[in-house]
């Protein structure tokens, strides 16, 4: 028979057995809640806003943008002429600016940007497009030793650009074009985003491509049917190197 002394003894060490072991599985199951990343990806038409602009009134255009709970980063065009636009990207910590950048294109080009991909840290890839190659500052200076470095021949046509960016200051790492290829004269073709997503090595690309898609080596497909193809794209993060291409009705 046990003591009202000794049950006293038992019944504290049985209860902070109990908080001890509740702490262990607390302690067990928190590292996999605070492990998540959770990938924000947001590819649409583009809108016009500048850096002089609230983030009510950016929020209010309904493009693309990404965030977590302090932050979010928006991304559009300036309409800088009657016949010019450079893109912009901005980004709001609680409401408030923490940097906005127009620098990327600056040319006479008609540049825009209208895509993001971000997991709230260090993974942030910008979508751009081109419309030619303009003398001046453009993604070009980024894109040195990448898949695509340029336009390419030709101009009109719209092409998109896949930068890999900071998120801390907007800067650009470094940059790929990715474009059409027409079979017949070499010349650059359409080529427009519609979606990213990232695997935590690779970024998968899908996209409408005009006449005709490129394969990894850049040289054009062989396709039937008409166009825009449904091509999908997997690149390296570092943008040097498509790992795989394919597109429907092409080979």
């Not at 800088?80 to 912009?88: E, G, H, L, Q, T």
């Not at 907007?170 to 979606?195: C, M, P, Q, R, W």
């Not at 005709?212 to 850049?218: G, L």
Request: aromatic letters at 10%; glycine letters at 8%.
């Amino acid at each position: 028979m046990i003591s009202g002394h000794k049950l006293q003894k038992y019944l504290a060490c049985f209860s902070l057995s109990v908080v001890l072991a509740a702490d262990l599985v607390v302690t067990e199951k928190a590292p996999s809640v605070f492990a998540q990343t959770i990938i924000n990806s947001s590819v649409s038409n583009a809108v016009t806003f500048s850096c002089n602009d609230s983030e009510a009134k950016i929020k209010a255009k309904n493009g693309p943008k990404v965030g977590n709970r302090i932050s979010t980063i928006y991304i559009g065009y300036q309409q800088v002429s009657s016949n010019n636009k450079n893109p912009v990207m901005i980004r709001f910590d609680n409401g408030v600016k923490r940097w906005c950048r127009s620098d990327y294109e600056t040319t006479n080009d008609d540049g825009t940007g209208y895509g993001l991909l971000w997991d709230g840290g260090n993974i942030l890839y910008g979508v751009f497009s081109a419309t030619g190659s303009q003398p001046g500052n453009d993604f070009r200076r980024f894109a040195t030793g990448r898949w695509l470095s340029s336009y390419g021949s030709g101009g009109g046509p719209k092409v998109a650009i896949i930068a890999r960016m900071n998120s801390t200051n907007g800067n650009v790492y470094y940059a790929t074009f990715i474009s059409a290829k027409k079979a017949n004269d070499g010349k650059t073709n359409s080529l427009l985003v519609k979606n990213l997503s990232w695997n935590g090595i690779h970024l998968t690309v899908q996209a409408d491509s005009w006449w005709t898609p490129r394969r990894t080596n850049t040289n054009s497909m062989t396709c039937s049917g008409s166009s825009p193809y449904k091509y999908t794209a997997v690149f390296t993060s570092d943008l040097t190197k498509m790992n795989s291409a394919s597109a429907i009705n092409c080979s």
